[in-house]
């Protein structure tokens, strides 16, 4: 049973458009939240976080929202750019385990030029 | 500075034989993962160890599987037996804080 959720296996946006890539858990335990970026033969690399302590932390392009009632968090890129295709992994974790991150399937990114 | 190293960066065996990864995690990581990247599960979390001991491998899906952690700079996975079901990206990952590291992945394709 997956603890985080990522529904949209994939996304296509135009470049210079907004990308919104979403993020769902099911642990309202859950108090700390990672994106992750991973192009194709390379290891999934850290883009951005945020805590339960904010709802919105930005760098730079990267934008992140945190919904707690909804369970809901979001990645938005603006511009998109075609060096942002790749895939996206959000990932969570609770305080008794802070360390222990649950990720989910990813979703698929593909700015078209 | 070195990121997290794994070897082999892929892997072809036959199901029955033994396979082991391996891993160095960045020097100073007091945590190190392990992860199994499949397109049906994405990312899942095998096992991880703070300070070379293993703290939680609820994720090791059956006794084939195995891991180590000798010392602060090593660990391996191994598979014993393979099964063509293990075929999936293996990812070692580090971490001192709550950042963690992914190394680039090992391989493996069980026929």
């Known amino acids: 049973d997956q603890q985080v959720k990522q529904n949209s296996p994939s996304l296509s946006v135009q470049e210079g458009r907004i990308s919104i890539l979403n993020c769902d858990y099911t642990?309202?335990?859950?108090?700390?939240f990672l994106w992750y970026k991973k192009y194709p033969a390379e290891g999934p690399t850290f883009l951005i976080s945020?805590?339960?302590?904010?709802d919105k932390n930005e760098d730079g392009r990267f934008t992140v929202f945190l919904n707690k009632s909804a369970k809901h968090l979001s990645l938005h890129i603006v511009p998109s750019q075609p060096g942002d295709s790749a895939v996206y992994f959000c990932?969570?974790?609770?305080?008794?385990?802070?360390?222990?991150?649950?990720f989910g399937s990813g979703t698929k990114l593909n700015v078209k030029p | 500075d070195a990121g997290v190293i794994q070897s082999p960066r892929h892997e072809v065996t036959e199901m029955g034989q033994e396979v082991t990864l391996r891993c160095k995690p960045i020097?100073?990581?007091?945590?190190l993962f392990w992860y199994r990247q499949t397109m049906m599960r994405g990312l899942e979390l095998l096992i991880y160890?703070?300070?070379?001991?293993?703290?939680?491998d609820s994720g090791m899906p059956e006794d084939r599987f195995s891991a180590k952690m000798p010392n602060a700079s090593f660990s391996t996975l191994k598979i014993q037996p393979s099964e063509p079901r293990d075929s999936a990206v293996y990812f070692c990952?580090?971490?001192?804080?709550?950042?963690?590291?992914f190394g680039e992945g090992s391989w493996l394709t069980v026929v």
């Open positions: 990952a580090s971490s001192r804080k709550s950042t963690i590291y």
């Open positions: 945020i805590s339960s302590i904010k």
């Open positions: 160890f703070n300070n070379n001991v293993p703290i939680d």
């Open positions: 020097s100073g990581h007091d945590y």
């Open positions: 990932a969570a974790s609770a305080p008794d385990n802070f360390n222990k991150f649950y």
């Open positions: 642990n309202s335990m859950f108090d700390y």
